[in-house]
Nanobody
């Protein structure tokens, strides 16, 4: 699976952005997907997860209620709608794909994802 993230940019606090991740490869439809982010000077952190069939979704506490993950298996895309953005959301956002289904307790674990996109920068000014 090859992943290409897009949609980042410079916005003001309170604005919205929609990130998209285009995937190639036949295994996408059976792959759980996640979004991670890495802020300047910090480690990568989990943002959101969606199961291959949309039956399970998980968000980091820091984005719950503001971000929405979705996927379109017919179009091989996964999206992250980000509302009410805050300066703390500034980071490089990357999409990632697992090989199949991740067990519930490990949905936010980086090591469960084996394919990664190159990332798209989101900058939120105050």
């Amino acid at each position: 699976v090859q992943l290409q993230a897009s949609g980042g940019g410079l916005v003001e606090a309170g604005d919205s952005l929609r990130l998209s991740c285009a995937a190639s490869g036949r295994t996408f439809r059976n792959s759980d997907m996640g979004w991670f982010r890495q802020a300047p000077g910090k480690g990568r952190e989990f943002v959101a997860y969606i199961r291959w069939n949309r039956s399970s979704i998980l968000y980091a506490d820091s984005v719950k209620g503001r971000f929405t993950i979705s996927r379109d298996n017919a179009k091989n895309t996964v999206s992250l709608q980000m509302n009410s953005l805050k300066p703390d959301d500034t980071a490089v956002y990357s999409c990632a794909a697992a090989k199949g289904q991740i067990i519930l307790t490990q949905r936010s674990e980086e090591n469960q994802y084996i394919w990664w996109g190159q990332g798209t920068l989101v900058t939120v000014s105050s």
